[in-house]
């Protein structure tokens, strides 16, 4: 690797141990990687291998002193970090390094504007006029890609999709220009198009700013792309680092090699022709009001869905793409009744559209949802055993203990994790290894219907070929229904055998995926599909449908 003395950033022999029950345990083990100054360096690999831990040890944000550093050094611009006070630290952070999280929603304050928590960065290191800071407020908004920025200034972040979530999120670490930025998974929640321009917007800044660059991803198409050096890491070690194309061409380690051998196999399941409707919706509105003035008045609405009718048979999925925003998760969850919606829902042969709140609920154990964000959908005071087991005693109350139990620890080896973490909490799992907590959740009840949020997103490309694998084997097994929502069009090209691209709230094209896949007719999906397979290409190859 290259001197510290060329090195904006240079990671030396970092140990990183969690202390637990009087117990210890090595999460990171003596890494080491340098990053000179433009330079962009990717750490990739499994969740749970240390990637994000690596990271946040750099900012000091881990939850000390629960975690501890018994061995390492980290010296930017010649400063050993490990070593600064948290005032020290403070001024660095926002300023000199930024760093944008995994998870947008848990990033950001629900209480506060999306204007509010931008020019907060700003005047913290940067102090200058109000009326500057909006001017810069929309400018980094525009940057990103947000569209009409002027009309998100005083949005709240749940009234954003979570690909707006994750764009604000990044244009708070550009406010200050740093020098170094640290990316943690910064396009997991974004679509292909965007994803391109968020890359382009990086590299953009990279070459006018001189900015240095650490890119946490699962994502091997967007390393090949973005990055000039990489580093793999698999059980808290770097087993393999390198040039990129180095790396990417002749791999040494055997992890390396499954790494990028790994890919989801097409093979959705059809439904039988006789199978019958389980969920259907006839043109479908969720309208948001906008109100401004004193008396907050209505002056317009976001028409988040605008008229959409669909129909998903038993044992189907039905794959919903499109850009961040374009409605996808806002029409999962009217069809499930947990937003307000205008426009007949039939549920195993009832309109439950109009129903009150307690008639809904026996159908809740029927439909499940499985959400983008796993931290701010998992409660931080359950356990992972009362979290999956929640709903059995809410749905099936007269169950023994053994027997949810039992319940428990079959979900939890469904999705590949060891029964023993019903014991510990959702902080202590990596992104992906809670996004298999969310989805245990869900099947555990064994429902007719689950709409499925973007449930591979925060999986690397290993984890997300066993978790297809197993929701196709969970579908087949209990016939099951799938509403598969994802920017990943690889992953949706596994699983679904009905395709509906939306945008701006709309259908613009439907039909059984592969016929979609091969022949899209309308402008907006051969765009939309073409920035996808572009992607696959720098990366694994082309989608195979």
Same mark, same amino acid.
């Given at each position: 690797?290259?001197?510290?003395?060329?090195?904006?950033?240079?990671?030396?022999?970092?140990?990183?141990?969690?202390?637990?029950?009087?117990?210890?345990?090595?999460?990171?083990?003596?890494?080491?990687?340098?990053?000179?100054?433009?330079?962009?360096?990717?750490?990739?690999?499994?969740?749970?291998?240390?990637?994000?831990?690596?990271?946040?040890?750099?900012?000091?944000?881990?939850?000390?002193?629960?975690?501890?550093?018994?061995?390492?050094?980290?010296?930017?611009?010649?400063?050993?970090?490990?070593?600064?006070?948290?005032?020290?630290?403070?001024?660095?952070?926002?300023?000199?390094?930024?760093?944008?999280?995994?998870?947008?929603?848990?990033?950001?304050?629900?209480?506060?504007?999306?204007?509010?928590?931008?020019?907060?960065?700003?005047?913290?290191?940067?102090?200058?006029?109000?009326?500057?800071?909006?001017?810069?407020?929309?400018?980094?908004?525009?940057?990103?890609?947000?569209?009409?920025?002027?009309?998100?200034?005083?949005?709240?972040?749940?009234?954003?999709?979570?690909?707006?979530?994750?764009?604000?999120?990044?244009?708070?670490?550009?406010?200050?220009?740093?020098?170094?930025?640290?990316?943690?998974?910064?396009?997991?929640?974004?679509?292909?198009?965007?994803?391109?321009?968020?890359?382009?917007?990086?590299?953009?800044?990279?070459?006018?700013?001189?900015?240095?660059?650490?890119?946490?991803?699962?994502?091997?198409?967007?390393?090949?792309?973005?990055?000039?050096?990489?580093?793999?890491?698999?059980?808290?070690?770097?087993?393999?680092?390198?040039?990129?194309?180095?790396?990417?061409?002749?791999?040494?380690?055997?992890?390396?090699?499954?790494?990028?051998?790994?890919?989801?196999?097409?093979?959705?399941?059809?439904?039988?022709?006789?199978?019958?409707?389980?969920?259907?919706?006839?043109?479908?509105?969720?309208?948001?009001?906008?109100?401004?003035?004193?008396?907050?008045?209505?002056?317009?609405?976001?028409?988040?869905?605008?008229?959409?009718?669909?129909?998903?048979?038993?044992?189907?999925?039905?794959?919903?793409?499109?850009?961040?925003?374009?409605?996808?998760?806002?029409?999962?969850?009217?069809?499930?009744?947990?937003?307000?919606?205008?426009?007949?829902?039939?549920?195993?042969?009832?309109?439950?559209?109009?129903?009150?709140?307690?008639?809904?609920?026996?159908?809740? =154990? %029927?439909?499940? $949802? +499985?959400?983008?964000? #796993?931290?701010?959908? !998992?409660?931080?005071?359950?356990?992972?055993?009362?979290?999956?087991?929640?709903?059995?005693?809410?749905?099936?109350?007269?169950?023994?203990?053994?027997?949810?139990?039992?319940?428990?620890?079959?979900?939890?080896?469904?999705?590949?994790?060891?029964?023993?973490?019903?014991?510990?909490?959702?902080?202590?799992?990596?992104?992906?290894?809670?996004?298999?907590?969310?989805?245990?959740?869900?099947?555990?009840?064994?429902?007719?219907?689950?709409?499925?949020?973007?449930?591979?997103?925060?999986?690397?490309?290993?984890?997300?070929?066993?978790?297809?694998?197993?929701?196709?084997?969970?579908?087949?097994?209990?016939?099951?229904?799938?509403?598969?929502?994802?920017?990943?069009?690889?992953?949706?090209?596994?699983?679904?055998?009905?395709?509906?691209?939306? =945008? %701006?709230?709309? $259908? +613009?094209?439907?039909? #059984?995926?592969?016929? !979609?896949?091969?022949?899209?007719?309308?402008?907006?999906?051969?765009?939309?599909?073409?920035?996808?397979?572009?992607?696959?290409?720098?990366?694994?190859?082309?989608?195979?449908?």
């Amino acid at each position: 690797m290259d001197a510290i003395s060329q090195s904006l950033l240079s990671v030396t022999d970092l140990s990183v141990a969690f202390h637990q029950q009087g117990r210890a345990s090595l999460a990171v083990d003596r890494v080491s990687f340098d990053i000179k100054r433009g330079e962009c360096v990717a750490l990739v690999g499994e969740s749970g291998s240390g990637k994000s831990v690596s990271a946040l040890s750099v900012l000091k944000l881990l939850p000390y002193p629960v975690a501890s550093h018994p061995s390492g050094s980290i010296r930017f611009k010649g400063r050993d970090l490990l070593t600064l006070s948290e005032r020290e630290i403070r001024e660095i952070r926002g300023s000199d390094i930024s760093i944008i999280f995994q998870e947008p929603m848990t990033s950001l304050n629900p209480l506060h504007t999306i204007e509010r928590q931008i020019t907060e960065i700003i005047h913290l290191h940067r102090p200058m006029s109000n009326s500057a800071a909006r001017a810069r407020t929309l400018e980094l908004l525009t940057q990103v890609g947000i569209p009409e920025p002027e009309t998100r200034l005083g949005s709240y972040p749940h009234q954003l999709s979570g690909g707006q979530r994750q764009r604000v999120m990044i244009a708070m670490a550009l406010a200050n220009e740093p020098d170094l930025l640290i990316a943690d998974e910064p396009t997991t929640a974004l679509d292909v198009t965007v994803q391109a321009q968020i890359l382009t917007l990086l590299a953009d800044i990279r070459a006018r700013l001189g900015m240095s660059l650490l890119f946490i991803t699962h994502d091997l198409g967007i390393v090949r792309r973005i990055a000039d050096r990489v580093c793999v890491m698999n059980g808290g070690k770097i087993v393999e680092h390198g040039p990129v194309e180095q790396v990417f061409t002749a791999p040494k380690h055997p992890y390396t090699k499954a790494l990028l051998a790994a890919e989801p196999k097409p093979d959705p399941a059809p439904p039988r022709p006789d199978a019958p409707e389980v969920m259907s919706a006839n043109d479908l509105k969720v309208w948001f009001p906008i109100k401004r003035g004193l008396f907050r008045s209505t002056v317009g609405h976001i028409k988040a869905v605008d008229g959409v009718s669909l129909a998903v048979r038993r044992g189907e999925t039905l794959g919903v793409v499109g850009e961040s925003g374009s409605g996808k998760t806002t029409l999962g969850l009217a069809l499930l009744r947990l937003i307000s919606s205008d426009g007949p829902i039939v549920f195993l042969g009832r309109n439950i559209q109009g129903l009150k709140f307690k008639d809904v609920r026996p159908f809740r =154990r %029927n439909m499940q $949802v +499985v959400f983008q964000d #796993p931290f701010g959908s !998992l409660s931080p005071r359950m356990s992972v055993g009362d979290i999956i087991a929640e709903g059995l005693s809410v749905h099936q109350p007269k169950l023994s203990d053994d027997a949810r139990e039992a319940r428990v620890i079959k979900a939890l080896e469904d999705v590949g994790l060891d029964p023993e973490t019903r014991f510990r909490y959702p902080h202590e799992f990596s992104g992906g290894q809670r996004q298999r907590i969310s989805i245990a959740r869900a099947v555990v009840l064994e429902p007719s219907f689950i709409v499925l949020d973007e449930p591979t997103s925060a999986l690397d490309m290993l984890f997300q070929s066993q978790m297809v694998d197993l929701l196709r084997e969970l579908q087949r097994k209990h016939d099951l229904t799938y509403m598969f929502i994802s920017h990943d069009l690889r992953v949706v090209a596994a699983l679904a055998s009905h395709l509906i691209v939306m =945008r %701006n709230g709309k $259908v +613009v094209e439907e039909g #059984p995926a592969a016929e !979609l896949f091969k022949n899209p007719k309308s402008d907006y999906t051969r765009a939309l599909f073409a920035a996808a397979f572009r992607n696959e290409a720098a990366g694994n190859g082309a989608v195979a449908t």
